[in-house]
């Protein structure tokens, strides 16, 4: 069965410290890859996807995930974190319906 | 609209009350999907609407939870008899199918059971 999983339930970085947070997916084919962020009271918003092509991708607010299918990963950096980068990130996989299968998510938190 | 809109935003209820669930897509996205986020949980599939075909109902929970989607657009999320363990965010995110695989999320509705 397809699942996502992010190790890390919580992390705390420092306010310009780089950022890697780690996701690992299970999926027969290859698979359509995304990272989503969802601050406190807002909606899930869509940092940056993969679907082929370049390993590499970028998104948005500096994010960048790179796909490595021998490690079944797609894990999100960004080299510099903000305080406005505090936040619940998502990561997931594209099911056979279209429909997203989430990792329970990462807690970010900053330290001034 | 720009974006998936969901109402209402907060809904709380008693325990064995039927409550409504309303999301707007994005006009002229012919995919939906419902999503629950509750702790412990995280964010689980419930239903997936895609033009006029049958919707998949294959994470709805128990049969309590039923959803419709009218005219291809608006869809509507029911909960029968509610139970404290329906307490979550339930989230609606629309696709437009034709131009690929990202999906929209509204702000959701954080429902209660008393």
């Known amino acids: 069965a397809q699942s996502v999983t992010q190790p890390d339930i919580h992390i705390t970085v420092s306010e310009g410290a780089s950022l890697e947070l780690r996701c690992n997916y299970s999926?027969?084919?290859?698979?359509?890859l995304f990272w989503y962020v969802q601050s406190p009271g807002q909606g899930l918003q869509l940092l940056l996807k993969?679907?082929?092509?370049?390993?590499l991708v970028q998104g948005i607010k500096g994010f960048e995930a790179e796909f490595k299918r021998s490690q079944s990963s797609f894990n999100l950096r960004k080299p510099s974190v903000h305080w406005s980068d505090a936040a619940e990130y998502f990561c997931?996989?594209?099911?056979?319906?279209?429909?997203?299968?989430f990792g329970k998510g990462t807690k970010l938190s900053v330290k001034p | 609209g720009a974006g998936v809109s969901q109402s209402p935003s907060n809904k709380v209820t008693e325990k064995g009350k039927d409550v409504e669930l309303r999301c707007d897509p994005i006009?002229?996205?012919?995919?939906l999907y419902w999503y629950r986020q509750s702790l412990g949980q995280g964010l689980e599939f419930l239903i997936y609407?895609?033009?006029?075909?049958?919707?998949?109902k294959s994470g709805l929970p128990s049969d309590r939870f039923s959803a419709e989607r009218t005219g291809g657009s608006v869809s509507t999320l029911t909960i029968q008899r509610t139970q404290q363990e329906d307490s979550a965010v339930y989230l609606c995110?629309?696709?437009?199918?034709?131009?690929?695989?990202?999906?929209?999320f509204g702000p959701g509705t954080r429902l209660t059971v008393l």
């Open positions: 995110a629309s696709r437009n199918i034709a131009g690929g695989d990202t999906q929209y």
């Open positions: 999926y027969g084919a290859t698979p359509y």
């Open positions: 993969y679907f082929s092509g370049d390993t």
């Open positions: 997931a996989v594209g099911g056979s319906q279209g429909n997203l299968i």
């Open positions: 006009s002229g996205h012919t995919a």
């Open positions: 609407f895609q033009g006029n075909s049958a919707p998949d």
